[in-house]
Structures are given as C-alpha cells and as structure tokens.
C-alpha cells in the first residue's frame, strides 16, 4: 500500500514577473473599452487594476488571465472540484491506467484519523484504531483489484472497488476570476478538509505570485462572510 501526500501548485505561472505579466495582460484587455492601450505604462498595472477591477468591480475583464494548476489529491476532492463547472480539468483515468502494469495505485490518508484504539458506543474498546481500520479497508481493496486484474478483467471494471482515497492526479486551467471563486468557496471554514489542505497552500501562492487579486481572501473565514466578497 503506497501512500502519498496531496498537493495543488502552479504549473505556468513561475514567479512574481509572470504574474505581474498576466495583470498588465489584464489592464491592456480592460482599457480597448475606452482606447486608451497607450496610457499603459511599465507599472500602470497596479493603479489600473486596484481602481477598475478592486474599487469599480469591473471582474470580467480578469477572465482574459487564465492559470493553469497541477494537483494530486483523493477522488473524493476531485468530485467536489469538477463542481466548478467553468474550468477545464484533464484527469487521471481509472478506466485507462492499469495499476498492475503502468504503475501502482496510491492513495492518500486523511489527516486527523486516530492512531490508538478508541472504545465504542457500548464503551467497549475497539479491536482496531481509526487508522488501522482505514489501512485495513485501503489494503483489502487494492487486494481485490489486483485479483480482478489478474483474472483478466479490464481497469474499467476493475477500478469499481477503489475506494474515494484512491490518489488521483488532476490538471485545471481556469481564468484568475473563476479562481477567486475557487478559493472564496473552497478555503473557507466550512469547506472539506482534504480540499482546505491543498486549497490554502494554493492560495497562498496565487497570493504570493498575482499581486493585488486574491489579498483580500482570508483563509478559515466563514463561508457566509467570504461570499460576500467581489468575484
């Protein structure tokens, strides 16, 4: 059983300049509507974008911007992120990667699960901890797919007794707008675990790297509080 750690991470987007150049990207975009492209200026970026887009909330000229995410994370979490109708997603097959031939399946653990031995309703103590019954779960199942591989059937329908931590590697591409929505919804203090444990170190490298568009995003908010927010 091979167990591995989820992350999210930009993959077109390097640095600061490279963000700063889909911003100037932006403020070109924005000023066609007056014909004013030849205002722009080797920092007129940030003054443009804090006044139309930030204090106007003129958003949709953001959606010219687009960045594009590499993630591995549980099935479950891909279910919950494919909900974000708007980006484009290309995602590891189960149907077409043969976890016996092409490589070995993987899966992620939850954080949080008990190492020692809780006790159960009845008050009597449980055989297994929390996470000895998860290993146990995670290792019958990989069991039962490798002998339906080997009696011949195929991924497709071997694949049906993988369980939602089965690892799954997702790319998404998506303007800077619908990301704002992204990390609104997905880093507040309602939003799944497992999605908040990649989501948060992701927004803090949008942060980090698009200047100005995502400062005002506060992880563990409220998700009433955060959706009030300009997307």
Same mark, same amino acid.
């Given at each position: 059983?091979?167990?591995?750690?989820?992350?999210?991470?930009l993959m077109d987007v390097a640095?600061?300049? *490279?963000?700063?150049?889909?911003?100037?990207?932006?403020?070109?975009?924005?000023?066609?509507?007056?014909? /004013?492209?030849?205002?722009?200026? #080797?920092?007129?970026?940030? $003054?443009f974008i804090e006044a139309v887009?930030?204090?106007?909330?003129?958003?949709?000229?953001? #959606?010219?911007?687009?960045?594009?995410?590499? *993630?591995?994370?549980? $099935?479950?979490i891909t279910h919950e992120w494919?909900?974000?109708?708007?980006? /484009?997603?290309?995602?590891?097959?189960?149907?077409?990667?043969?976890? #016996?031939?092409?490589?070995?399946?993987?899966?992620?653990?939850?954080?949080?699960?008990? *190492?020692?031995?809780? $006790?159960?309703?009845?008050?009597?103590? @449980?055989?297994?901890?929390?996470? &000895?019954?998860?290993?146990?779960?995670?290792?019958?199942?990989?069991?039962?797919?490798?002998?339906?591989?080997?009696?011949? @059937?195929?991924?497709?329908?071997?694949?049906?007794?993988?369980?939602?931590? =089965?690892?799954?590697?997702?790319?998404?591409?998506?303007?800077?707008?619908?990301?704002?929505?992204?990390?609104?919804?997905?880093?507040?203090?309602?939003?799944?675990?497992?999605?908040? #444990?990649?989501?948060?170190?992701?927004?803090?490298?949008?942060?980090?790297?698009?200047?100005?568009?995502?400062?005002?995003?506060?992880? =563990?908010?409220? &998700?009433?509080?955060?959706?009030? $927010?300009?997307?």
């Amino acid at each position: 059983m091979q167990i591995v750690k989820p992350y999210a991470k930009l993959m077109d987007v390097a640095d600061e300049s *490279a963000g700063i150049a889909l911003l100037r990207k932006i403020e070109w975009c924005g000023r066609i509507s007056h014909r /004013s492209e030849e205002a722009q200026g #080797e920092d007129s970026w940030r $003054r443009f974008i804090e006044a139309v887009v930030i204090g106007h909330g003129d958003w949709s000229i953001v #959606e010219h911007a687009s960045a594009t995410v590499d *993630a591995l994370v549980d $099935r479950g979490i891909t279910h919950e992120w494919v909900r974000h109708r708007l980006f /484009s997603y290309t995602q590891e097959s189960t149907r077409f990667v043969n976890y #016996e031939k092409k490589m070995p399946a993987s899966f992620i653990q939850p954080e949080g699960l008990i *190492a020692e031995p809780a $006790r159960a309703a009845n008050g009597e103590p @449980c055989e297994l901890s929390p996470a &000895q019954w998860w290993g146990h779960a995670i290792s019958t199942a990989e069991s039962a797919y490798k002998n339906l591989i080997g009696a011949g @059937c195929p991924p497709q329908i071997a694949r049906s007794v993988f369980p939602n931590a =089965l690892a799954s590697r997702i790319i998404v591409t998506g303007n800077l707008r619908n990301w704002r929505h992204f990390f609104i919804m997905r880093t507040t203090k309602e939003a799944h675990p497992q999605m908040r #444990e990649v989501a948060i170190p992701l927004l803090a490298e949008f942060k980090a790297k698009i200047p100005i568009l995502f400062d005002d995003i506060e992880p =563990l908010a409220k &998700q009433s509080e955060s959706m009030k $927010r300009m997307r």
